[in-house]
């Protein structure tokens, strides 16, 4: 490409009225040097063809599509035009893999080129989404994204643990919502980087010091919207497996509503927006007062209602009726007690009657038994006596032969005792 300016030569493009910003020969303005730069470009790079990889894809208020094209080492900001965006027959999103067909522009009040795309063509999934679909795809083999291991989000939580960037935009709308719904919520933050290779092992630190210590009821981590790119931290695999072990409940709520991440899959609870989690995981209080307001006066209503209904069913009884209809019920259970008392009393008396019998049956067997009832008979109990110490023998004498001369005697009768010597011993064979 020529030099567009040398030295010394006048620019044959502009007049000094028409272009007060040359001050002197040989000096640019920064219009100057802008202007020759844009028509330099544009006339050396029109309808051309560039392959690139889409990130930051915005569409604006007036339809208008605004995004960047991108390789491993450069980036170039790009346009395409609502007028021109009649002949897409696809969305245009971030990661794809994409030819644009356009020219090179200089937007002046900028400094900055740009390429005027008229026509899009997919070239297919771009590096980023590919590894991100085939991560996807391994750890929802293992189990990760598993509907039945989602844990169930408490209706009023006590206290919310917040992992985000404290500069963030996501952090103002999660406490802005959080002290509008229910400003009784207390809110433990737990500030980590969201974006570069920084953010993930942070995130994970702040999901285990979360668990460890019981810091809250629900976690809610995320972060504003952004490009691809920017919400990768978010889609690291060690993140992904601290959300799916967390035994608190996990709010994801990263970027916008197109936006997703993988820690959408592994959370309990996907929000679309920082501010629609702090939205789910706050009852309003407002409602729940409306609601218990509501509870009461049907509680009232019902109540009155019965009451009532009551009224009238009373008032069709004259007290004549209701005494009569109150005797007839309470006749038979009367009837009923009485019977019963005197079942009971019947009962005690052939009880006591039997047991005294029994009594007396037992008396009587124990009398008969008794050793000492026996000598009335004018029977008597013989001892040997020791005639030294007085002890007696620990058996009684049964027995005749058991006996020797001058043994004394102690005899026990019914009424009374005596001592005798023995002088005589007759056997069974002198009887």
Known sequence: MMNPYRPGKELESYSDDENPVMKEHGIFTVSSLTQMIRNNLESSF????????????????????????KDREALIQAVMFRFQMNSLDFQVSDGMKIRATGSVSVYAQRGQYQLIVSTLRKQGVGDILAMLEERKQRLAREGLFDSEKKKPLPRLPKKIVVITSQQGAALHDILTVLKRRNSGIDVVILPAPVQGEDAPPVLVKRLHQANIFNLGDVIIIGRGGGSLEDLLAFSDESLVRAISKSRIPVVSAVGHEVDWSLADFAADVRAPTPSAAAEIVSENKEAIASQIEQFQ?????????????????????????????FS??????????????????????DRTINMLH??????????????????NKGYAV??????????????????????????????????????????????????
């Open 46 to 69: 029109s309808n051309i063809q560039v392959d690139g990889e889409v990130s930051n894809a915005k569409l604006s208020s007036a339809g208008h599509l605004y995004f960047s094209l």
């Open 297 to 325: 006066d049907e509680l009232i209503t019902s109540i009155k209602s019965r009451l009532n209904y009551a009224k009238l069913a009373i008032k069709s009884f004259s007290p004549q009726d209701i005494e009569t209809r």
């Open 328 to 349: 007839r019920i309470l006749m038979p259970l009367a009837r009923r007690l009485d019977d019963s008392i005197d079942s009971l009393r019947q009962s005690i008396k």
């Open 358 to 375: 029994t009594l007396a049956l037992l008396e009587s067997n124990l009398e008969s038994a008794n050793p000492l009832a026996i000598l």
């Open 382 to 431: 013989v001892y040997r006596k020791d005639p030294k110490s007085g002890h007696l023998s620990k058996e009684p004498v049964s027995a005749a032969q058991d006996l020797q001369h001058e043994d004394v005697l102690a005899i026990t009768f019914a009424k009374g005792k005596a001592d005798a010597t023995v002088k005589e011993i007759y056997t069974d064979e002198k009887l």
